[in-house]
């Protein structure tokens, strides 16, 4: 069996911040109400994760759960768990309404890391970063594609549709370029 | 002559010197001026040329204003027109270029306009067009677009990077003068986030220039010292070199940085466009002078009295060693003492006003300066440069009294403030009667999306021109309620308005009164206009062209305005004002772009195969923002060629497709049959598990709008597969109707286009291929036509679905993205002894069009229904309703009397040109002959060695056998005989084996 | 360019986050409906200057339809609310009567 491979190969780039492709991620999508009682036992049972407040991502270890929409979830959780965390789901979801699907390969994900990683977003999103909360997954644009991104030890976790990483990538390189901070010193 | 002073000089740095060039003659200038300043500083008072008479045209302000000083700047590449000497700041090797002259600036061709200026009057243009048509064409326009035109366009790229940036804030100042600096004190004392941008390089505009004492000590130490408290503050930021370009809905607001303007090639982006979201914008943009009317008002060496001062106290240019100051106000005896105080001469003061009596003229008398009540200019003299100036009575026609030499003129006609931000976005203006003005009406101010006032005008944009008023004014705009900083001002006595000078000037001298410099309007102009019957400003303005020039009649509007009303012997407020658009001032297209161009220009849709067929020879097809290979060649192959091995190889041994640009859509839950119902045509929650169906979606107008296979995955689950580029549109289509119009039924769809690739494996020796690659049986009995499985092959998880678009044995093989290419390669590698070649998307039309296929965006145009394309048996006769059928139902879409799907077969074999129109006998009611059918797809069939087409022909099917005329583009037509739109394989034997 | 906020995920989105949908509140006319029923709910619009009841999809976010009020000639924005009803909640016509006091309502 060959193994799974991120679209850009894990490029980086070294500018004002550090722009790095990661993954292989795994990451799947959980559409269910969130106010199905047993919603929050299943994550609880098979993540250790509670149900995120709205915009709110939590965290444990490796794993997350990301608050999509009224009716969606992320989770973010290492590749190799995927299929087992979809069959865990599936399980302790029987009989309800909701849909889980392995999203691992549509997407592309990048980190943004340095002091100032946040002056490259900035330039990309039409988001006030000022008033985001520590641990906000904020859905919004990257220029002209669909973004998610949430903040992390040293920098920013984005996340993509996986066609259109090259343009993300070159969209991060451009707006790290060295010399271009929108608050020098 | 214009030369620097020995002394003085607040902005440049004499320590520091920069060479420049200005028409390839070397320059010097010091690090602070601009490249105004320092053009003056070496004598080039003569830096354009007008736009229609090809007047000379000096330097007439110091700032945005400036309507004359704008040059070509840069070379090569960095060749930018039409930039603006005044706001330019100087940079060492900068190279200038002066525009719109030919063969040179001192000796201009185009001057001869000048000399026919009589026959060039307002409206000249539209007059022109309404004369004999032939003379239009081939005797004005051709001399008219030979000399049209300010600057240069570059021909070569732009090496420069781009950039925007988004930023949010409660309070956005526009302006850092004193009342700018103020308001952003005041409210950044109440915890406010607050943005300060300042258009030029320095904090605080006009004060410093004008002797305005704060707390006793001039203005600079107030403004250092509030620099200095505001820098420290974290919910400040403070830019300068951005121009707030424009004010818009809710806040929001477009703002030009200057980044590396001045410091080209430093690897910095050259420009950044910041787009701002403010929940409140306070505009303390400050006033423009205006220049007075009077004969010859445009020659080089008048310029505005404040710009004067200027030069003298920012930069140590001197204008000339002897300046005539004329004014019908206090402010420019402000200019006199400048001058005075820098050594210079004044000779007179020209003050059109019968009295003048304030602290200022006093001083300006105590200084020995002769101040002549009830003057103006009746001429200016000289050429190409100001040599002396004829005096008059302001009160009478133009008679001269006497004359004095001098070599530069110092103007004021008064103080506009600078409303263009606060106009951009509705807010109106009342008119001031003591200064002559239009001043932002606080009563109407533009409101944002609770209702609220959006944008407060502070300072002298707030028509407030005495220093002693301003900060006050910032402080109250601000939310503020605490003492305001002492501002010591000179008392100023009233200006009085002066539209002509003199007010009885005879008509030769209203010929000479320029309005407008850039575009040439004069007096005379704006009043024939008027006799013409031209009474709103709107229509006059683009009669005239006053104001339409790049300045956008910054230092013309209110003069022509005032003229416009005098005509019409109506009041300033009545005739109103043109409406102010965004920009303030030109922003480069480069930063309107930012980072869209080149690789990322726009986002480029990539499968995992792309890297793939990049190295293996493909021609790139773009298909929505995706690229699909349209062929693979191989060395010294066409692409049609590349197309027609690539068929012949899929019919007759094995092709292999990159299809993961379909989309996949899943559908679930316990109303996802029902659901599926009325998004398609025909049925779908009768799909048995494990069987695929192809299916057709209508829009509620019933027409066409996608079709793909649908597999149903399990009891509540359905895969639907959409066409490429399509996915998107489809799954937000079916995620309105859920949410929207059946929000009760339990329903959840996700889209996965991009979670797998999808590779068609196509041909005779398809099978074998997979059986090869190994790990589920592929056998026809285990896998028939049109079922699914689910399983691993080569390794890799995978779903097969034996579906066909090509009419031949064909598997789509769906794995996750991230090992497309790895089953990609293992399909090439164990395909070589099958003879597989990849195929690309031209080949695959191809092989739909052999087999009678129809493809959404070919043979549908958005007004075709399933119905036309024979395809009604996708259409359920039974279901009570589905989302196009009452649209269906319409009288128009239910007639027999339609264009239907045929073939078409050429009679000579030749390819039917696509989009050929065959025309019927008679007209329209147009005029146009009536037409009876088109072609929808053509291609030249490899299998079949002819053309073959698809089309849709007025009641085609019943028309079989008859001959069809298609004329051809470039004359002649062809003949192609109405056929069964399937040509290949009639029964589908082939794909079903 | 406007600012909406979502009522679903609460983010005060800008306009570049938005899709428009056209008018809100279409009753759908389908099988068994006259041509006039059907002609109203394809084509026929209010287009209203002043105020309008719309469509909105937070496209670049959550992904959900939400409905807004909002006066087409002045922009100002009355309130937001979810699109799984089928009329304006009453504190938002309470707003837009305290704000429009000649509005004729809904209609
Ligand atoms: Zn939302």
Known sequence: MSEAASALGNASFEGFATIREIGPMGMIALRAKHDLPQLSAALTAVLGLGLPERRRILTRGEVRVGWMSPDELLIVLPYGDVAATVAALTQALAGVHMLVADVSDARCIFRIEGEKAAQVLMKLCPVDFAMLAPDELRRTRTAQVPAAFWAEQGGYTLVAFRSVAAYVMGLLTHSAQPGSELFPG | MSTRLARGGRLIDRATAHEFTFNGKRMAGFAGDTLASALLANDQMLVGRSFKYHRPRGIVASGAEEPNALVNLGQGARLEPNQRTTTTELFPGLAAASQNHWPSLEFDVGVVNNAVARFLPAGFYYKTFLQPRAAWKHLFEPVIRASAGLGRAPTEADPDRYEQAYAHCDLLVVGGGIAGLQAALTAAGTGARVIVLEQTAHWGGRAPVDDVLIDEKPADHWVAATVAALSAMPNVTLRLRCMAAGVYDHGYVLAEERVADHTPGDGRPKKRLWRIRAAKVITATGAIERPLPFAGNDIPGVMLASAVRDYIVNWAVSPGDRVVIVTNNDDAYRTAIAVHRAGLTVPAVLDARTEADGDLVQEVRSLGIAVHLNRGIAKVKGGRRVSGVAVCAQAGEGAVLDEIACDAVAMSGGWSPVVHLWSHCGGKLIWDEAQAAFRPDPQRPPITHDGQAMVAAVGSANGLLQADEVLADAIRAAGGSGPAPKVHAPAEAAMVPVWMMPQGASAELRAKMWLDYQNDVKVADVQLAAREGYESVEHTKRYTTLGMATDQGKLSNINGLAVLAGSLNAPIPQVGTTTFRPPYTPVTLGALAGEARGEIFQPLRRTPMHDWHQAHGVYWEPVGLWRRPYCYTRPGESHADAVKREVVNARSHLGLLDASTLGKIVVKGPDAGRFLDMMYTNVMSSLPVGRCRYGLMCNENGFLMDDGVVARISDDTWLCHTTSGGADRIHAHMEDWLQCEWWDWQVYTANLTEQYAQIAVVGPSARKLLEKLGGMDVSKEALPFMHWAEGTLAGIPARAFRISFSGELSYEIAVPAGQGLAFWEACIAAGKEFGLMPYGTEALHVLRAEKGFIMIGDETDGTVIPQDLNLGWAVSKKKADFIGKRGQERTFLASPDRWKLVGLETLDGSVLPDGAIAPAPGMNANGQRNTQGRVTSTYYSPTLKKGIAMGLVHRGPDRMGEVLEFPKIWGGVVKARIVDPVFYDKAGEKQDV | ?107
């Open chain 3, 1 to 107: 360019m406007l600012i909406l906020e979502c009522p679903y995920c609460g983010v005060k989105a800008e306009e570049t986050e938005l899709s428009p949908g056209h008018e809100a509140h279409l009753k759908r006319f389908g099988p068994g409906s006259s041509d006039e029923q059907f002609e109203s709910y394809m084509f026929a619009r209010k287009n209203p200057k002043g105020v309008h009841f719309e469509r909105w999809r937070h496209t670049y976010g959550c992904g959900k339809w939400f409905l807004a009020a909002r006066c087409t000639a002045t922009l100002e924005v009355f309130g937001t609310y979810p699109a799984q009803t089928s009329e304006p909640p009453a504190d938002i016509v309470a707003k837009i009567k305290a704000r429009r006091p000649n509005w004729e309502g809904v209609k």
